[in-house]
């Protein structure tokens, strides 16, 4: 089988075009031949190269408008600007329990374990639990840590009383909403052990709507 002939290149137009500005790669397109070859070409005529990549001083990209440029600016220092933290964030509260010397994920487990993972208002076990402070740590940051301001419950109905009861996860409550929101949901064990009637129908006309009674809330925690 025959070599294949290789391609005539002409040098001087290569090298007049590689001084105007084209880079190797664009010269392998224009002369089509091989990068090595280019290399090898303007090697031998003594011809220094460029370093490759962007050159400074040269903008090779894109030219986007004075608007555009604005915007991204603008987009660069919103990324750079710290986010505001949210006033129920409070940075000067303890990150660590005074008392035990545990961070707050081992703390809230170990307030599970005491409560024997039930639901100290349902008495339900195998739920998905959470620690419920009776006044917002927001509002009273040093009852953070304070175990009689706590209680263990079920995560259905603790979203239940924050979202639906009060309106929201970020309003303060105090231990007065929750014992109101036992009371006009009727539970059939309240959470300090007492008694009381189910009558979650006739109580619910605040809820908007109907709520279920806290034993047959969706264990799942949805």
């Known amino acids: 089988m025959p070599e294949p002939t290789p391609r005539v290149i002409n040098v001087q137009a290569l090298i007049q075009d590689y001084i105007t500005g084209l880079s190797i790669q664009a010269l392998s397109k224009k002369y089509q031949t ?102 917002s740590v927001a509002a009273h940051p040093h009852l953070r840590w304070d175990e009689t301001n706590i209680i263990v419950v079920q995560k259905a109905l603790h979203d239940q009383f924050h979202h639906q009861y009060m309106g929201g996860c970020t309003k303060p409550v105090t231990s007065d909403d929750w014992n109101n929101f036992l009371g006009a949901l009727g539970v059939c064990r309240v959470w300090e ?12 006309a605040q809820f908007n709507g109907p709520l279920p009674c806290a034993d047959t809330v969706a264990p799942n925690g949805s």
């Not at 052990?193 to 619910?204: K, L, Q, T």
Request: hydrophobic share 30%.
């Open 34 to 135: 091989h990068l090595r070859r280019i290399t090898r070409e303007l090697q031998t005529a003594g011809i220094s190269l460029r370093p490759q990549g962007p050159q400074p001083g040269v903008w090779t990209g894109r030219h986007h408008s004075t608007q555009a440029r604005m915007k991204m600016a603008a987009a660069k220092r919103s990324a750079l600007r710290p986010r505001p933290q949210s006033p129920y964030r409070d940075k000067r509260q303890a990150a660590f329990c005074p008392t035990t010397g545990l961070g707050e994920a081992a703390w809230v487990r170990l307030q599970l374990r005491k409560a024997n993972y039930t639901c100290q208002v349902t008495g339900k076990r195998g739920v998905k639990l959470v620690v419920h402070h009776l006044f």
């Open 193 to 204: 052990g007492r008694s009381a009637p189910c009558d979650c129908v006739g109580r619910a």
